[in-house]
């Protein structure tokens, strides 16, 4: 599914149902040993995903922990990310020397539970978008893709910069005739090879009961 978003460079693995949690490291049993087992599931079958998606670019199976921010772990040489939802599971990797930073993101298509959180992670320009393209395609839960565009803004964005970007940082344009969307950032962007990048540009699919969107940042 998630390969139909993500150019040649980027390795992909997905998964629809969950492994035995016998295929962690011990390592990675450490991190989730007192969790519950939902969270178990889906931190070792995303593991999982992310070994196979690996395994396309040389590396052998190793544990992949969590850092400090919870953020994935990569290998030396290696950019990516993970994401897992309700019945879904997802890892797109790719060697630093042909793309700078990796955003992922999945959730259901389905409305968010408490209506009060679309005005938290959505400007008022953002709402705006919602409200005319959920006239145009219904079956699509706009404010789901919005949030997970933003989730996929923040993951391509912290392997940069090491800080926290809210909701309210960054501001999208959705474009539904090639479902691409432009991330403006709203505050100063991180500097690479002497230029600021000033936003972000991706993609997205609905399908499988899923919105998936996805950021990549070439070198």
């Given at each position: 599914?998630?390969?139909?978003?993500?150019?040649?460079?980027?390795?992909t693995a997905e998964a629809f149902?969950?492994?035995?949690?016998?295929e962690m490291?011990?390592?990675?049993?450490?991190?989730?040993?007192?969790a519950v087992p939902k969270r178990q599931r889906e931190f070792g079958t995303v593991r999982g995903c992310a070994r196979r998606a690996l395994a396309e670019l040389g590396f052998a199976p190793a544990p992949l922990l969590p850092g400090p921010n919870r953020e994935p772990q990569w290998p030396d040489g290696v950019v990516g990310a993970m994401t897992h939802c309700a019945g879904y599971r997802a890892v797109a990797v790719a060697r630093a020397g042909e793309v700078?930073?990796?955003g992922l993101d999945a959730e259901p298509n389905l409305p968010l539970n408490?209506?009060?959180?679309v005005d938290l992670v959505t400007l008022p320009e953002e709402r705006a978008q919602i409200r005319r393209l959920a006239a145009l395609q219904p079956e699509v839960c706009w404010e789901r893709l919005v949030f997970s565009a933003k989730e996929s803004v923040y993951k391509a964005w912290f392997p940069l910069t090491r800080r926290w970007l809210d909701f309210e940082e960054a501001l999208l344009t959705l474009?539904?005739?090639n479902a691409t969307f432009t991330a403006r950032l709203l505050v100063p962007g991180p500097v690479v090879d002497g230029r600021e990048l000033t936003e972000f540009s991706g993609r997205w699919l609905v399908g499988s009961g899923l919105?998936?969107?996805?950021?990549?940042?070439?070198?």
């Amino acid at each position: 599914m998630i390969e139909k978003l993500l150019p040649a460079p980027v390795r992909t693995a997905e998964a629809f149902d969950d492994a035995p949690l016998s295929e962690m490291f011990p390592e990675e049993w450490a991190q989730v040993a007192n969790a519950v087992p939902k969270r178990q599931r889906e931190f070792g079958t995303v593991r999982g995903c992310a070994r196979r998606a690996l395994a396309e670019l040389g590396f052998a199976p190793a544990p992949l922990l969590p850092g400090p921010n919870r953020e994935p772990q990569w290998p030396d040489g290696v950019v990516g990310a993970m994401t897992h939802c309700a019945g879904y599971r997802a890892v797109a990797v790719a060697r630093a020397g042909e793309v700078r930073t990796i955003g992922l993101d999945a959730e259901p298509n389905l409305p968010l539970n408490d209506p009060g959180v679309v005005d938290l992670v959505t400007l008022p320009e953002e709402r705006a978008q919602i409200r005319r393209l959920a006239a145009l395609q219904p079956e699509v839960c706009w404010e789901r893709l919005v949030f997970s565009a933003k989730e996929s803004v923040y993951k391509a964005w912290f392997p940069l910069t090491r800080r926290w970007l809210d909701f309210e940082e960054a501001l999208l344009t959705l474009d539904p005739t090639n479902a691409t969307f432009t991330a403006r950032l709203l505050v100063p962007g991180p500097v690479v090879d002497g230029r600021e990048l000033t936003e972000f540009s991706g993609r997205w699919l609905v399908g499988s009961g899923l919105v998936v969107t996805a950021i990549v940042e070439p070198v």
